[in-house]
């Protein structure tokens, strides 16, 4: 979720956990307002959303320049992105208490959007993982369940309900982050400082129990990176931590500062496989991995 300036957020500070300090600042690709999540498309283009504008914008990260990739009226903003086909994109749509599930077509050479559904139960949809070419995973932050949706036909249903994914506190937000990787599911609950993974089977359902990683870090979305590491944006604590999956407990390490620190996702191509993009509360920032 985007960045708190709440005492809520203050309070939820105080409680974060410790991460390593001594990070280099990330390095600003794009000054835009309260970037929510962000996805990098195979040409190198970041699509970077915000759930206060029905702009999505397209970042190119050699130039350093923003534009508007696509406007969709009615959507009042987009949250978690990502992409199911290539350069086809699920991307949550609805604003604050995002409930629509919209696709983005790039394949044609143009930008083309379509309302796939409205998820009509919905209370606060957040996080976007992408489980198959056809099936997508949203997370309701409001009602802390996940929903398998087909892209194809709209259908959708509950694939995963855990006391782990309900908010706590006065603020109705739980599951935030929210991907999808060879058979497990990670996951982090904003406002009970956690993160999570949980083995799923095909259609997203749970096989195993939920395994918490920790309960004391702030985590917003998530990212894989080409080592197999995971990088978790911190939001409140402002920076992106690096994560051994194969960890029991893992302690996470600070690798960029980044002001309100959302999502990330890696370059794509030969020039920045290893760099980092980071959404954040000022727009889109880089690290490189080393
Ligand atoms: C990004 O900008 C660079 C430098 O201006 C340009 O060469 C490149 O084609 C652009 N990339 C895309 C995907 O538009
Ligand atoms: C989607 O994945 C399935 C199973 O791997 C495959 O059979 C199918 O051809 C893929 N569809 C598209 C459109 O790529």
Redesign the pocket.
Known sequence: MVLLTSLFALATLASAGTITKRQAAGAQVAKLTSIENIAV?S???ILATSMSSTTIYSV?A??K?SASAIVVSGAAGFSGIGEYLPDQFAVIGGGSTGTTIYKIDFSSGKAVSTLVKKIAEASNLNGLAVLNNDTVLVGDAGKGVVYRFTMSTGAYSVAISDPTMVPSGGIPFGIDGLKYKDGVVWYTNIFKNSFHKVPVDATGKATGAVVTLWTNLMGDDLCFGPSGKIYVATNGKNSLVEVDPAAASPTPKAVATVSGSTSCAFGRTESDKDVVYIGGSGGVFSATIK
């Open positions: 498309r040409n190198g283009q190119n050699t130039a320049t």
